[in-house]
Structures are given as C-alpha cells and as structure tokens.
Nanobody, 126 residues
Framework: QVQLVESGGGLVQTGDSLRLSCAAS????????MGWFRQAPGKEREFVAT????????FYADSVKGRFTISRDSAKNTVHLQMNSLKPEDTAVYYC???????????????????WGQGTQVTVST
C-alpha cells in the first residue's frame, strides 16, 4: 500500500496559477504510475493527468492540455501538478492516486489506481 498526502490547494482568481503536490510513502517501489483526478460538486470524479513513474511520460485530459503540467521527483517520491490559466470550471477537489499494476496504455480510469490521497480543494473565482 502507498500513502498519499496532497497539498497546495486554495482559492484563486481566473487566470491565476497553483501548484499541487502529492507526497507518497510506503510501498513506493511498487508504483508504476501516478495520476491526478478531480471531482466537482454533483459530478463524477474525472481524470486530469497521469505520469509513468519510471519514464516520466505524461498524458492529459483534453480539458487541461496546454494549461496543466504533471511532473515527478522520484528521489522525493513526490508528484506535482502545475496549473496555469485556471478557470472557474477547474474548481474541484483534486486527488492524487498511485497505480501499482502493470497495464497497457495510459491509466485514465479511477479503477486503474490502487491508492488515493484525501484530496485538496481548488476554487477558482470569477
């Protein structure tokens, strides 16, 4: 099992930037990938971005492509989500997740992740 703790959320205005971080501990040697998901009130949890832990290859949801950047610091077992040009529709609780399974293709489904953080709130005002 991997324990995940997110940080960096907050209240910002449209067009501002935020950087989320997620620190992993425990069986980090078993991680194949980490990802970020978000859930807005009354909506289902949706995929945001994922990063392959060994190669650092990345994949993004269309809604954030070009605005968000996922990165990892393998020495610190930490993943970051740099969010630029934030919009009100980016308002949600953001969760990081770790995948401990070898799968084919990009992990875009929440069911492809094994461990989750508690979430951090991001609110973008107009």
């Amino acid at each position: 099992q991997v324990q995940l703790v997110e940080s960096g959320g907050g209240l910002v205005q449209t067009g501002d930037s935020l950087r989320l971080s997620c620190a992993a501990s425990g069986r980090t040697f078993s991680m194949y990938a980490m990802g970020w998901f978000r859930q807005a009130p009354g909506k289902e949890r949706e995929f945001v971005a994922t990063i392959n832990w060994s190669t650092a290859s990345t994949f993004y949801a269309d809604s954030v492509k070009g605005r968000f950047t996922i990165s990892r610091d393998s020495a610190k077992n930490t993943v970051h989500l740099q969010m630029n040009s934030l919009k009100p529709e980016d308002t949600a609780v953001y969760y990081c997740a770790a995948s401990l399974r070898r799968v084919t293709g990009w992990r875009r489904l929440s069911t492809e992740y094994d461990d989750w953080g508690q979430g951090t709130q991001v609110t973008v005002s107009t």
